[in-house]
């Protein structure tokens, strides 16, 4: 069954300090991969995503994601966190002709002590 | 910034009655989705739309119903009210066609039945 796994719940960082959210997928070939934030009582933003190519992708507020097929990973990072960062993370799934149906990982809840 | 509008944002019912959680988008996509979110949970699908006049049922089990007249408007109705519907929805929307692209979501809807 196709499933995506975010493995840490909570985690904390300091201001300033750098970040890695992990993200692991089990899909039948290779999926599109995407990272959303959600603040709280808020939707959902997407950060970045992964269709093909270039496997260490950009996305908006200076977040990166790197692919690694070999570790079935889409792990999301930032090398200097702000307190605005502090939210929900969701790594979410694909098929490339799923019809865009999505499967989403439990989420990461970041907070970010000055 | 994506257009993508949910009302109410908040809703407190009574057992028993009916709602209708609204959802439009103004950016013409055809696919649409509704997930539903408990506290600290993932995302689960409940119902999608590939364009007007198309439902489907998603990966979660659901006693509410979508319908899809206009391109623009995909409205979840939940007959009777029940404290086990008490969750947040949120309503997406993405490019059509059979490929998968990212979706933009709406703000959500906090759904509480006493």
């Known amino acids: 069954a196709q499933s995506v796994t975010q493995p840490d719940i909570h985690i904390t960082v300091s201001e300033g300090a750098s970040l890695e959210l992990r993200c692991n997928y089990s899909?039948?070939?290779?999926?599109?991969l995407f990272w959303y934030v959600q603040s709280p009582g808020q939707g959902l933003q997407l950060l970045l995503k992964y269709f093909s190519g270039d496997t260490l992708v950009q996305g908006i507020k200076g977040f990166e994601a790197e692919f690694k097929r070999s570790q079935s990973s889409f792990n999301l990072r930032k090398p200097s966190v702000h307190w605005s960062d502090a939210a929900e993370y969701f790594c979410?799934?694909?098929?490339?002709?799923?019809?865009?149906?999505?499967?989403f990982g439990q989420g990461t809840i970041l907070t970010v002590h000055p | 910034e994506a257009d993508i509008y949910q009302t109410p944002r908040y809703l407190v019912i009574g057992t028993g009655k009916k709602i209708t959680l609204e959802c439009s988008q103004t950016m013409g996509h055809d696919k649409m989705y509704w997930y539903q979110q408990d506290p600290g949970m993932e995302l689960h699908l409940i119902h999608y739309s590939y364009g007007v006049n198309s439902t489907e049922k998603g990966d979660l089990s659901s006693e509410s119903t979508v319908s899809r007249i206009r391109t623009e408007h995909f409205p979840l109705t939940l007959e009777s009210a029940r404290p086990s519907h008490t969750s947040q929805y949120l309503c997406?929307?993405?490019?059509?066609?059979?490929?998968?692209?990212?979706?933009?979501f709406g703000p959500g809807t906090r759904l509480t039945v006493t």
């Open positions: 997406a929307s993405s490019e059509g066609g059979w490929q998968t692209y990212e979706q933009y």
């Open positions: 899909y039948g070939a290779t999926p599109y």
């Open positions: 979410a799934a694909a098929g490339g002709t799923s019809y865009g149906k999505l499967t």
